[in-house]
T-cell receptor, first 112, second 111 residues
Framework: NAGVTQTPKFQVLKTGQSMTLQCAQDMNHNSMYWYRQDPGMGLRLIYYSASEGTTDKGEVPNGYNVSRLNKREFSLRLESAAPSQTSVYFC???????????FGPGTRLLVL | GQSLEQPSEVTAVEGAIVQINCTYQTSGFYGLSWYQQHDGGAPTFLSYNALDGLEETGRFSSFLSRSDSYGYLLLQELQMKDSASYFCAVRLDNYGQNFVFGPGTRLSVLP
């Protein structure tokens, strides 16, 4: 089992460029999440998906879109990157109703 | 809005006991979790409390008082490898979909 995988590991973008962060899990989990982590601010929820075909906004959704492609995959898209989106992005998954979230290794994004 | 507060830093020596507190003010509450994160790594789950009281998992214990909107993580017999950041997280809804995390506490364990 690979658990939760994320690609890419690192990315540098120029302001206004777009990109998609990929996340996949092989644990048959229903729920998947995207967080961003900035220094001193902990993890902030961007979007989550309770099941295939459903997505909901979290605390900081502006500037992002998501797609729950199937049960395994949950992608995060930045349509027009801004320097304020420089952060580390973590994907996580869990079985619905349970507490333990399993996190991927993260994507470090720098927007110049 | 949602608000979780933790001390920003805690320092202790090997073999000691340390307590990391978390207070919360949230629109909903269905449980308090704790996560550990080493520098450059991903958060990993440590413990969870849905009801008042103490939960023990090896060297780590977690406590919750819902009436006080307060919880803590207790780490015993500290080891150098426990140096990391620790986050509390509140589950906001009954289906476990929505979570909010605290800002984190950086624990430094000294020899």
């Amino acid at each position: 089992n690979a658990g939760v995988t994320q690609t890419p590991k690192f990315q540098v973008l120029k302001t206004g460029q777009s990109m998609t962060l990929q996340c996949a899990q092989d644990m048959n989990h229903n729920s998947m999440y995207w967080y961003r982590q900035d220094p001193g601010m902990g993890l902030r929820l961007i979007y989550y998906s309770a099941s295939e075909g459903t997505t909901d906004k979290g605390e900081v959704p502006n500037g992002y879109n998501v797609s729950r492609l199937n049960k395994r995959e949950f992608s995060l898209r930045l349509e027009s990157a801004a320097p304020s989106q420089t952060s580390v992005y973590f994907c996580a998954s869990t079985l619905t109703g349970l507490e333990t979230q399993y996190f991927g290794p993260g994507t470090r994004l720098l927007v110049l | 809005g949602q608000s979780l507060e933790q001390p920003s830093e805690v320092t202790a020596v090997e073999g000691a006991i340390v307590q990391i507190n978390c207070t919360y003010q949230t629109s909903g509450f269905y449980g308090l979790s704790w996560y550990q994160q080493h520098d450059g790594g991903a958060p990993t789950f440590l413990s969870y409390n849905a009801l008042d009281g103490l939960e023990e998992t090896g060297r780590f214990s977690s406590f919750l008082s819902r009436s006080d909107s307060y919880g803590y993580l207790l780490l015993q017999e500290l080891q150098m490898k426990d140096s990391a950041s620790y986050f509390c997280a509140v589950r906001l809804d009954n289906y476990g979909q929505n979570f909010v995390f605290g800002p984190g506490t950086r624990l430094s364990v000294l020899p």
